[in-house]
């Protein structure tokens, strides 16, 4: 099957600059198959309806779909129930309703957050609003010399003050993977919750929640083959129950009266308005697609693509790796910059040939500071990436040492 994916992905057939695609940016979002394409024109097609509201027969189907998608994601990750999983519309939001409604239910003054420095802005900002909020203090966790978590000094952080841990599964610079299990094994030591940004994991790596003991999981479905602006959230049921409502409206109110108003059971007391139900949709259709391939072939695929890329790459004078050199120790993810070339600069070259990777902080400004960088350049694989998009950038990173010979 992994040899004619990328017949499923109609946009690898683009030219770019007069050059065939070489789509490097998978981290940001990736591309989307023609299951995930098709079963969003079908529901817009012939299931276009608004969910749980009416009694009609089209609202019925509509409905279905859209909960038929909560229980792929219940499956996908391994959660106990689909009272777990609640729709957002990325992980940037299931990250500030964390932060806005739960936090404040277990973190007050004088009480610590524990980040660490690979964190995503999105799973650092919530953080620190809620820190000044609530006058709580955040403290991040060190990394070791090849951008790994420092275990030893996360241990060695943590407190029975620290009320909530929260970091990335998977790096979106490094692409270096949290020992979740562990992590969630110490914290829970000290009574803390454990929120894992879950982003840049559930495309690459098999995930059971149950396994990691993480208290919620967040992710994107744009960075899964999914459509843009659906999101998940998985909470365990306890916690689920005592965090109040991030939004308020229609669809999760039970009752409403003219002071007051109880609200609906678990998932929909979350869920106020008009769902994204097309985004769902697309959502359990890219579930399907993955587990009809496998995580394990997914995986495979993609650590013969970050071999031969280290490998390749490694060749190029004046080019620096950041992270792990060794590719089992990373996940997808390939920052590097070239001596004397501002990442801007080969982004642009590398755009001229048609090849597209991502040139910037990545949102992950106190991590390039930890570094001790301003930027890097980024190009993030998926399965459906191929030796020769490696071969093209190679050939792409040789042409900018052509336009900046002396350096």
């Not at 890219?286 to 391939?293: G, P, Q, R, V």
């Amino acid at each position: 099957m992994m040899k004619t994916v990328r017949n499923d992905f109609p946009i690898l057939n683009t030219q770019i600059n007069g050059r065939p695609l070489t789509y490097l940016d998978g981290a940001a979002t990736s591309q989307k198959p023609w299951p995930v394409l098709d079963a969003v024109q079908q529901y817009y097609l012939t299931e276009n309806a608004n969910v749980h509201r009416g009694v009609y027969t089209l609202s019925e189907v509509a409905t279905k779909s859209y909960e038929g998608a909560r229980e792929k994601v219940q499956n996908f990750l391994h959660a106990p129930s689909s009272r777990n999983i609640i729709f957002t519309r990325s992980t940037t939001e299931s990250l500030n309703w964390l932060a806005q409604a739960y936090g404040p239910t277990v973190v007050g003054q004088g009480d610590e957050i524990l980040l660490t420095y690979l964190e995503h802005h999105s799973n650092i900002v919530p953080w620190q609003v809620l820190a000044q909020r609530v006058g709580a203090t955040l403290k991040y966790v060190k990394l070791t010399a090849d951008g790994q978590i420092d275990l030893a000094d996360f241990a060695q952080q943590l407190s029975p003050k620290t009320k909530i841990v929260s970091f990335a599964h998977v790096s979106n610079v490094l692409g270096t993977e949290a020992p979740v299990k562990e992590m969630a094994r110490l914290a829970h030591q000290v009574g803390a919750t454990v929120v894992v940004d879950g982003a840049q994991a559930v495309a690459h790596l098999p995930v059971d929640v149950l396994d990691l003991d993480v208290d919620f999981y967040a992710f994107s479905g744009h960075k899964m083959l999914a459509p843009t602006g659906i999101g998940v959230l998985y909470g365990k049921e306890v916690l689920l129950e005592q965090m109040p409502p991030a939004q308020y409206g229609g669809e999760m109110i039970e009752e409403v009266g003219l002071q007051s108003s109880t609200y609906q059971e678990l998932p929909w007391r979350f869920e106020a308005g008009t769902p994204n139900i097309a985004g769902a949709v697309g959502l359990g259709a890219a579930i399907d697609y993955l587990e009809h391939l496998g995580m394990a072939a997914i995986a495979a695929k993609e650590s013969d693509l970050m071999k031969t890329a280290i490998a390749e790459l490694s060749t190029i004078p004046g080019l620096e790796i950041y992270g792990p050199v060794d590719p089992a120790d990373r996940h997808g993810v390939l920052s590097f910059n070239i001596s004397g070339v501002h990442p801007h600069d080969v982004a642009t070259i590398l755009d001229q040939a048609g090849v597209e990777v991502r040139a910037g902080h990545h949102c992950a400004q106190p991590l390039m500071r930890y570094l001790g960088q301003a930027a890097t350049v980024r190009a993030s694989f998926s399965f459906y990436n191929n030796q020769e998009d490696i071969v093209r950038l190679v050939q792409a990173l040789k042409t900018v040492k052509e336009y900046f010979p002396n350096d």
